[in-house]
T-cell receptor, first 112, second 112 residues
Framework: DQQVKQNSPSLSVQEGRISILNCDYT??????FLWYKKYPAEGPTFLISISSIKDKNEDGRFTVFLNKSAKHLSLHIVPSQPGDSAVYFC???????????FGKGTHLIIQP | SAVISQKPSRDICQRGTSLTIQCQVD?????MFWYRQQPGQSLTLIATANQGSEATYESGFVIDKFPISRPNLTFSTLTVSNMSPEDSSIYLC?????????FGPGTRLLVL
């Protein structure tokens, strides 16, 4: 039973436009949500996170939105750049000593 | 964040053998984790490794198959025992800083 779902395996966006990656979760005990970016043959790189007490967190071109009632979060990248092409993973945790539960990832392709 | 490294970066092994993967962090950290990413799949938590105590394994993972050591606050090992082709995966270690986890580059394992 997948507790973190990314329903879009891939997404193609034109350079300069906004990329929106979506993530849904089912476990209401999750307290903290993270986005990671992964290139082939590398480990995941932390991008941005959000606590369940917030509904928005922004860091440069990256903004994460959390809708707790819908159990949904999204990552906005604006403007999208060619170097953003990668697989993006959504992850969630209850915090403390708990590990992360990951979605299956979305392959973002930025078209020139 | 601290620098985290893994050895080996990749290996090809024969079924029935064992491989030990090393994970090194360049500063002391309390919590370390081990994950597996099977081909085409997401990252799955294997176990949490704390210094001075037994590792805590997730459902579906057992100590006999994946023994873990955590001899100090900068180092951990994961052994994949009695390997079969189904163990072919990327194995990743991570450490936590607050609620955020930082990942190593991964070890690509192919079992023939």
């Amino acid at each position: 039973d997948q507790q973190v779902k990314q329903n879009s395996p891939s997404l193609s966006v034109q350079e300069g436009r906004i990329s929106i990656l979506n993530c849904d979760y089912t476990n209401s005990m999750f307290d903290y949500f993270l986005w990671y970016k992964k290139y082939p043959a590398e480990g995941p790189t932390f991008l941005i996170s959000i606590s369940s007490i917030k509904d928005k967190n922004e860091d440069g071109r990256f903004t994460v939105f959390l809708n707790k009632s819908a159990k949904h979060l999204s990552l906005h990248i604006v403007p999208s750049q060619p170097g953003d092409s990668a697989v993006y993973f959504c992850a969630a945790t209850r915090g403390g000593a708990d590990g992360l539960t990951f979605g299956k990832g979305t392959h973002l392709i930025i078209q020139p | 964040s601290a620098v985290i490294s893994q050895k080996p970066s990749r290996d090809i092994c024969q079924r029935g053998t064992s491989l030990t993967i090393q994970c090194q962090v360049d500063s002391q950290v309390t919590m370390m984790f081990w994950y597996r990413q099977q081909p085409g799949q997401s990252l799955t938590l294997i176990a949490t490794a704390n210094q001075g105590s037994e590792a805590t394994y997730e459902s579906g993972f057992v100590i006999d198959k994946f023994p873990i050591s955590r001899p100090n606050l900068t180092f951990s090992t994961l052994t994949v025992s009695n390997m079969s082709p189904e163990d072919s995966s990327i194995y990743l270690c991570s450490y936590s800083l607050g609620e955020t986890q930082y990942f190593g580059p991964g070890t690509r394992l192919l079992v023939l």
